[in-house]
């Protein structure tokens, strides 16, 4: 079991129980962290506030509001870290959203392409620069991508263009913030059908192809890819930074 006692692990990205960042915060708290939760809005407080109850961390942990698209909130959220926490060890941005991803890519209009971009890449970029002050004795930052960055999935559109984008940011961010022993990884979860799932054309054909060809036949599940963010956000994982770790039943292994 891996022991995260004594570490804050700040998750962004809650919406509902399906959530991944929901697993991710239930798998984090049994391996003993204090949660700090960023919720979107105050319409998706309720579902952060009831899981932090639920985990036993009213009064321990902490909740944050936190709208990636304003820099005020993200610069506020930290804040109000800060002024509970000295430090901190581990940020999870779960976090993603395409105006009209059911637009083709080639009909993605400017302001759409700007939209998905920012919430779902620069996000990381931002969370990255609000954390790193605050992770004094080092760190880990965690994103969730999809293999869609790397192969055409139908009716992923714009967000495989989106996600392309978060890697790579993996990577340069991984480059520069190895100094200050800081690690950012990303996990590419298999398809799960969450609330951001909902919105892609056509998502059950993407799960039945992923039961039909991944070599275990199956479809992953949100604690599972929780698990792989317990690792990565560990010492045992102290070696690995820049990474994209597939957590998808070997889906990406496969040819035809
Ligand atoms: N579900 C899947 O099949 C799957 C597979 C691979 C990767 N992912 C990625 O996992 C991450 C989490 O998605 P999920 O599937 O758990 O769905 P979800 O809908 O539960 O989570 C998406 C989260 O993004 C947050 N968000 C959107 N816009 C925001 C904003 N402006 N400010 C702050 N937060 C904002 C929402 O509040 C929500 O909590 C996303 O990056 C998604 O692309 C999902």
């Not at 109850?53 to 804040?79: H, R």
């Not at 971009?117 to 965690?142: C, E, F, K, Q």
């Not at 800081?182 to 799960?192: Q, Y």
Request: proline share 3%; charged share 20%; aromatic share 8%.
């Amino acid at each position: 079991m891996i022991d995260m006692s004594g570490q804050i692990a700040v998750v962004f990205g809650v919406a509902n129980k399906r959530s991944i960042a929901y697993s991710i915060c239930e798998s984090f708290a049994a391996a003993g962290a204090t949660l700090v939760i960023g919720y979107q809005s105050e319409r998706l407080k309720k579902d952060s506030e009831d899981l932090l109850e639920s985990l036993g961390q009213t009064g321990k942990g902490k909740l944050v509001q936190c709208d990636v698209s304003k820099d005020e909130e993200i610069d506020g959220a930290f804040a109000e870290i800060k002024s509970s926490f000295p430090a901190i060890h581990t940020v999870v941005h779960s976090i993603g959203f395409a105006p009209n991803i059911k637009n083709a890519v080639l009909d993605t209009t400017r302001d759409d392409f700007r939209i998905a971009n920012d919430i779902s890449v620069y996000s990381l970029i931002a969370l990255a620069r609000g954390a790193a002050p605050l992770m004094i004795d080092g760190g880990t930052i965690l994103t969730l991508t999809y293999y869609g960055a790397e192969k055409v999935f139908p009716n992923y559109n714009i967000m495989g263009v989106c996600k392309a984008g978060l890697e790579a940011a993996v990577r340069y961010l991984a480059s520069e913030l190895g100094p200050k022993n800081i690690r950012v990884n990303a996990v590419s979860a298999g398809p799960i059908k969450t609330l951001a799932a909902r919105g892609i054309g056509d998502f059950n054909t993407i799960l039945d192809v992923t039961t039909q060809r991944a070599p275990l036949h199956r479809n992953v599940e949100q604690s599972e890819v929780a698990g792989a963010a317990v690792f990565l956000a560990s010492k045992l994982a102290s070696g690995i930074t820049g990474e994209i770790t597939y957590v998808d039943c070997g889906f990406n292994v496969t040819g035809i």
